[in-house]
């Protein structure tokens, strides 16, 4: 614990220089606001914040969105005289986002170092991680006798009307490459992929939408088995359940990142997301949230030792592709899997 405190305090030693090299229009400004999701998120963030305005003393206001697509559309609205400086979304959302040069800010390296610590490939020139999630396999262990060990053991028949899966929206295709290279064929093989769906079906017990409808069919048994990320597990367990999470090859990876938006506050947005990317920061983000940091020299939360992938069975998908082709996977799976 004295080793993390001590770090923190000597960055924030780092940031108060830098911040005191600001353009005296960026200097005059004294807060940010920053949209993010609801509760769980809000909370988390809020904590962490309050270290930066101790530093800089700027304050940090959370604008709430029910979902990465209603954010971009409320940010929209406002692209002539924006009133958010930072958005927090989906890596797949933001790669459809950064199309808007009017509305979103490329990251100035020069005043974000820490992006140099960031595992390789997960930031571009308009969006960071703020941690990464593996899509992942939940099961009660009270209700499943053997373990689980990989993808390919979900088309078991033991497993017949016991499986939540996550509808072809829900985050965003994962479960079309899952199924795609549980074989260690290609992730992006849609018709293999379509094919072992359209065989998993006798197995799944709902598609679901929500996180909230996946946890509670786990919780009262009407599932044994769900794919999503790993924070549903700490959650399931927290109300008494006995879970386990394996996250076989491939494991596709998911990032929620956050871009600066051009509201006039560049500069000051750039350096909340360095500060909240650097080490000990990002460290405890992770924590709270039950998710992966991303600086490559945090701890990785307790709760997660086990459960994270290898390096070497991850999967990142390129999201401008997946965004070419998802609103077509959703078509044909509402007509070919989900009735």
Excluded: C
């Excluded at 939540?164 to 290609?186: E, T, V």
């Amino acid at each position: 614990m004295e080793v993390k405190n001590t770090k923190r305090w000597l960055w924030a030693g780092a940031l108060a220089v830098g911040l005191h090299a600001m353009a005296p229009a960026q200097a005059a400004d004294d807060s940010l606001n920053v949209m993010i999701w609801g509760a769980t998120w809000q909370s988390a963030i809020d904590e962490v914040s309050q270290g930066f305005t101790k530093d800089t003393g700027v304050k940090v206001n959370l604008v709430s969105q029910a979902s990465s697509g209603e954010g971009l559309a409320k940010l929209q609205a406002m692209r002539d005289k924006p009133t958010v400086d930072v958005w927090f979304t989906t890596a797949s959302v933001a790669t459809r986002a950064m199309e808007d040069k009017q509305l979103f800010d490329q990251l100035p390296t020069e005043l974000m170092p820490n992006l140099k610590e960031l595992v390789s490939g997960s930031a571009t020139a308009y969006y960071a991680p703020i941690y990464s999630y593996p899509t992942s396999i939940i099961y009660r262990t009270d209700l499943v006798a053997e373990p689980i060990t990989s993808w390919a053991d979900l088309w078991d028949p033991r497993f017949k009307k016991k499986l939540g899966m996550p509808d072809m929206g829900f985050f965003q295709g994962r479960l079309l490459m899952i199924a795609a290279g549980k074989d260690g064929g290609d992730p992006m093989d849609e018709k293999r992929g379509f094919e072992e769906l359209e065989k998993l079906k006798p197995n799944v017990v709902l598609f679901f939408a929500s996180d909230s409808q996946a946890r509670q069919a786990l919780a009262q048994g009407e599932a044994s088995v769900m794919v999503g990320p790993t924070s549903h597990a700490k959650r399931i367990a927290d109300a008494g359940f006995p879970v386990k999470v394996v996250s076989p090859r491939p494991t596709v990876m998911n990032y929620d990142v956050m871009m600066i938006v051009r509201g006039g506050k560049e500069d000051t947005a750039a350096k909340y997301i360095n500060y909240l990317l650097s080490a000990p920061v990002n460290e405890e983000v992770a924590a709270k949230l039950g998710m992966a940091a991303v600086n490559v020299n945090s701890e990785q939360p307790a709760d997660l030792k086990g459960m994270l992938p290898k390096a070497e069975d991850q999967y990142v998908p390129d999201e401008a592709v997946v965004n070419e082709h998802i609103a077509r996977w959703i078509d044909i799976f509402k007509d070919k899997i989900a009735n």
